[in-house]
């Protein structure tokens, strides 16, 4: 009787190994995924604040006839009346 229960002890303490082994390895799996994440993560807050200093840096320059032209083709695609345009749509 006492060698089965040592047997099941045994058994017992092995099953308790594998289970803490898995855990573990699960989350070192979990761990590098979210390390990742940040990484991701703040390179696009990097972008972001890239593209943030450039819109505040537009904002700041005087509203003169050059620069409303450039924001008239860049962002509404106007053009002058005798302005030819070329499009290329080769990419890169």
Do not use: G, H
Request: charged share 30%.
């Amino acid at each position: 009787m006492k060698s089965r229960s040592n047997i099941f002890l045994k058994l017992l303490a092995v099953v308790f190994v594998v289970f803490c082994s898995v855990t573990i390895i699960k989350m070192q799996f979990e761990f590098n995924d979210l390390k990742e994440d940040k990484i991701r993560l703040e390179q696009q807050i990097k972008a972001k604040r890239l593209s943030i200093d450039e819109l505040s840096s537009q904002l700041s320059e005087q509203f003169d006839r050059d620069n409303i032209m450039r924001i008239a083709r860049d962002k509404f695609n106007y053009r002058l009346p005798n302005e030819l345009i070329f499009y290329n749509d080769v990419q890169k």
